[in-house]
């Protein structure tokens, strides 16, 4: 079993570079577009437009958290440093 760690989910902006990061959390996880989708809760033509810059809402911004904590690095890859550096981060 993967020991979780606590982590805050960041208020405000995603990174700029959000679409790059999630494409990284999806090399890292393994898996192909389709089931990495199906992962964090929503259909593969939403995780699309991610990765043409639109941001993810709500649940879907959940899911891909609760995902990216489950894959070794994850939380760095989707946030980096800065973010857990941070104050909300620590």
Same mark, same amino acid.
């Given at each position: ?19 790059? #990061?999630?494409?990284? *959390?999806?090399?890292?996880? +393994? ?5 990495? @989708?199906?992962?964090?809760? &929503? !259909? #593969?033509?939403?995780? *699309?437009?991610?990765?043409? +810059? ?5 649940? @879907?911004?959940?899911?891909? &958290? !609760? ?24």
């Amino acid at each position: 079993m993967i020991a979780r760690r606590a982590v805050p989910y960041p208020s405000g902006e995603l990174p700029e570079d959000f679409p790059q #990061r999630l494409e990284r *959390l999806k090399e890292a996880s +393994g898996l192909p577009w389709d089931a990495f @989708a199906e992962a964090v809760g &929503v !259909e #593969r033509k939403q995780v *699309l437009r991610w990765r043409r +810059g639109t941001d993810p809402s709500g649940s @879907a911004y959940h899911g891909i &958290v !609760e995902l990216a904590r489950w894959i070794p690095g994850g939380i760095d890859i989707l946030f980096g440093e800065d973010f857990l550096a941070s104050p909300e981060g620590s």
